[in-house]
């Protein structure tokens, strides 16, 4: 993955990205994955909407919790500050993006599973 943001910032300021803009890139590319396997999960799930709603409301708050973050950290605030007074910002960054990924890993199991027995029978 950290290999493919290269190549894509490769084209910005002469080759090289600032080491501050790389997550910026990973939390675009990360925010798109999401939103791609929730909808794959809403089209597999026979169009129920519960599931991938809460996907999207979760990496939106991942999104927006980065981009906050983002902001502080260019703003030029040390890393000891932004570690005491930001730090809860990350942990729901995290979270929020570790439960996306865990309700996409088991809706994606359970609707593939549903879909194998029906597409067995005979």
Known sequence: MFNCIQR???SYRGGKILTSHK???LLILCINIQAFFAH???VLSGRRSD???IVFFLAS??????IVAASKVFGGI???EFSTKWGWLNTICFSSGAGADTIVT??????LYCEKRR???W
Request: proline fraction near 7%; charge should be positive; hydrophobic fraction near 45%.
């Open 23 to 25: 997550p910026l890139v």
């Open 119 to 121: 597409a067995f029978e």
């Open 51 to 53: 599931l991938p709603i």
């Open 61 to 66: 708050i991942r999104f927006i919790g980065s």
């Open 8 to 10: 894509i910032s490769r």
């Open 78 to 80: 040390s890393l000891n």
């Open 40 to 42: 794959r999960m809403y």
């Open 106 to 111: 088991a809706g994606q199991c359970y609707y």
